[in-house]
């Protein structure tokens, strides 16, 4: 139960619902049909290569840890490095193999999207703009569920709205991450005027509602979109002001699926409740298993 239980630490499984609902809203944006067995072999997939990534991640971080947060699995002798690197390696070939073997995924998004997280694994302890890469990392799974919902191996034909999406989670993951890092004193950005504007993004996503036609959606649900996805974001940045650094950081990971249920309230409202139910659940997950 303990070796079990380091396995789920290292890999921040409570996050995962959060990587589910990015995949979801990239296929429903992709036009994509729901429920399809595609679509849930491709979130197992990511799945296994977000816990991968979270593994190697502490496993690039060991010595950096030992120093500073003796209290991470390996460090604290919970599990060895060498047994980290295994286990990092196999969820990420077993995670390639799911999406190659079982989706039609196009299989340069899917390169690209490993090579990203190798990136920020090596390099976020040793450039600061690696937080770019770890929204990168975001954004090339919505990519990866849009691109297979319309069979589109091109990324020139995807629509623009998965572009400005993108761009989205990776500035708000980016000034997350940026968060984050501070979280142990590695840099003094939590308190920027950008990151603040940064974190609003989400509460973008319904006034697009406003002004886009073609989306049916009345003007009180998305007034209440707009204030609960408000709320929400000003109550974890009040948390990580007070010092409560980690709890904003965690509120801040679950506002993932707020923001995911923005914007599938532009395609169809079934996705949007699946957002919400993944953001409750990401909320509840971080009290038993470390949301950082």
Not at 126 to 146: E, F, K, P, Q
Not at 249 to 261: T, V
């Amino acid at each position: 139960m303990n070796l079990l239980r380091t396995i789920l630490v290292l890999g921040r499984v409570s996050n995962l619902p959060t990587v589910w609902t990015n995949v979801v809203v990239g296929w429903v944006v992709g036009r994509g049909m729901m429920p399809d067995l595609e679509l849930i072999w491709l979130v197992v997939g990511i799945s296994l290569l977000y816990w991968a990534g979270m593994a190697l991640n502490d496993a690039f971080d060991v010595e950096w840890d030992r120093e500073h947060a003796p209290e991470r699995p390996i460090p604290s002798g919970a599990i060895s490095a060498r047994a980290t690197w295994g286990l990092g390696i196999g969820l990420m070939v077993a995670g390639c193999a799911v999406v190659l073997l079982l989706t039609t995924a196009p299989w340069f998004i899917l390169v690209g999207l490993v090579a990203a997280i190798l990136l920020y694994d090596w390099l976020h302890k040793r450039w600061s703009g690696s937080v770019l890469l770890m929204g990168i990392c975001r954004a090339l799974v919505y990519y990866l569920g849009y691109c297979t919902a319309r069979f589109e191996m091109a990324l020139p034909d995807v629509s623009n709205f998965i572009h400005i999406l993108a761009l989205g989670v990776v500035l708000y993951i980016g000034s997350l991450t940026m968060i984050a890092r501070g979280e142990r004193g590695e840099t003094d950005t939590a308190k920027g005027i950008i990151v603040r504007i940064l974190l609003m993004l989400p509460v973008a996503y319904p006034v697009i509602a406003l002004i886009c036609d073609f989306f049916v959606v009345t003007l009180p649900v998305l007034i209440t979109c707009i204030c609960v996805v408000a709320v929400w974001i000003i109550w974890c940045r009040s948390l990580i002001d007070v010092g409560r650094v980690p709890q904003g950081i965690g509120g801040g990971i679950a506002g993932i699926a707020l923001y995911d249920a923005s914007v599938a309230l532009l395609y169809d409202g079934r996705v949007c409740v699946f957002c919400l139910l993944a953001f409750v659940l990401t909320l509840v997950l971080q009290r038993v298993v470390p949301p950082t």
